[in-house]
């Protein structure tokens, strides 16, 4: 694994490292098919407005580059938030609000910022995806390991995202599993980030 | 280019570059999702309305109500009338739970003449995810409880949830959701029945 890649999974991981967009990562990992969906529409947004942003480096001057990345990112997830409406609508009706909140990512605004704006279309592009595959991974463990201990169950509903053959991997794991239900609730995705975080900086070390 | 030109001009430009963007993607995905929405509408109905207990077409007869007292409404919401052979058989009585945990939950109620419930549907709601939304079909069984219930059957007094002393199954960890469901669902059972009385007058008019 390449060090630029290496670091935007692990070793600068934006949600274990570095710690920002908390709010979706935490709202919506409570399972794997939330997780999945929103890790998708991140990683695609995350993408597309790096390379906006980095096209339209030349002109950026420092006193408004902010609005114009808000500009940039706030369009760029409206415009998606359409489409999924369109083209995977029962997602989007189950994703719902979090796709708007997409916007309030500071990931986002972060490789904007401190990446997009000051390298090639290709670098920034490279730098969208691996960020933001680096949060999806850590979002969908999450959402594994509270739908496990909460729902005893992996992949459930996954006919929302991949159709038919989602209705194949539903695994109820615990027969008859009463579930762990703070797992599931708000306190129980701060208890299961705080422990991969520990695991990550013990690793580290 | 002095900074005062400069700097509004950028921010023109990108404005309307963004705008670009999103008046294309609402000209791309408009008819698409109209589409979408009244698919989802007729594969409700459905349910709400079996095949065997009409012969009219659906999205023809339905009329407009309004009932914010009774059933919850925040504008014109449409029911829908299921007819055999010219006469009614099945309504589907749109209701707005306003006292949902977040937000108003929206809902259709399907009811035989005999006030028989043929199906729920929630068409929209805010719940909590993983717990108030549960009431979901696609989500957990909970709203299989009540097809084929009326009023008579259960009673008036016991159309509440376990919670509340009345015989519905709430779900773990949320009340609230379910209990504005049951309380609305029992709304469209009482104006179903008076829906009947009065049309049944219009009918003998005709």
Excluded at chain 1, 64 to 71: D, G, K, Q, T, Y
Excluded at chain 2, 4 to 9: A, E, G, N, Q, V
Excluded at chain 2, 189 to 195: N, S, T
């Amino acid at each position: 694994m390449s060090g630029f890649i290496r670091k935007r999974l692990i070793d600068d991981n934006a949600a274990l490292v570095q710690l920002l967009g908390l709010c979706p990562l935490l709202a919506v990992s409570n399972s794997v098919v939330n997780a999945l969906g929103l890790a998708i529409a991140t990683v695609f947004t995350l993408v597309l407005t790096n390379a906006l942003v980095s096209a339209i480096k030349p002109i950026i001057s420092k006193e408004i580059r902010i609005s114009l990345f808000v500009l940039i990112i706030a369009s760029v997830v409206t415009a998606l938030e359409m489409f999924m409406n369109a083209y995977f609508h029962e997602l989007y009706l189950i994703l719902g609000i979090f796709i708007p909140l997409i916007v309030t990512n500071c990931i986002i605004m972060a490789r904007a910022e401190s990446f997009a704006s000051k390298n090639t279309i290709w670098l920034a592009i490279k730098d969208g995806f691996f960020t933001g595959l680096g949060f999806a991974l850590v979002l969908v463990v999450i959402g594994a390991i509270r739908e496990i201990l909460g729902n005893g169950s992996l992949f459930n509903q996954a006919h929302l995202l991949f159709g038919e053959f989602g209705k194949v991997i539903q695994w109820q794991i615990f027969e008859d599993y009463h579930g762990f239900l703070i797992a599931i609730l708000p306190p129980g995705a701060f208890f299961v980030l705080a422990i991969l975080i520990a695991i990550k900086n013990k690793v580290s070390k | 280019m002095s900074p005062f030109i400069k700097i509004p001009l950028v921010l023109a430009l990108v404005t309307f570059f963004t705008s670009g963007l999103l008046v294309f993607s609402e000209k791309a995905t408009h008819d698409k999702i109209a589409q979408q929405k009244k698919m989802l509408l007729l594969e409700s109905l459905k349910e709400l309305i079996p095949d065997e207990l009409h012969d009219n077409d659906l999205t023809q007869d339905s009329l407009l109500i309004n009932h914010p007292e009774q059933l919850g409404h925040r504008k014109e919401q449409a029911l829908y009338v299921g007819k055999l052979n010219g006469k009614t058989t099945v309504i589907a009585v749109p209701v707005t739970a306003r006292n949902g945990y977040s937000g108003d939950i929206d809902l259709m109620v399907g009811i035989k003449n005999n006030g028989e419930i043929t199906a729920v549907k929630i068409l929209e709601q805010h719940e909590t995810p993983g717990l108030g939304d549960l009431i979901q079909a696609n989500k957990s069984d909970w709203l299989k409880q009540f097809p084929s219930l009326s009023i008579n059957k259960v009673g008036i007094k016991n159309w509440k949830v376990k919670r509340d002393g009345g015989q519905f199954d709430q779900i773990t960890g949320a009340t609230i959701t379910p209990r504005a469901v049951v309380e609305a669902i029992k709304h469209a059972l009482e104006f179903q029945h008076e829906f009947l009385t009065t049309t049944h007058k219009e009918d003998t008019i005709k």
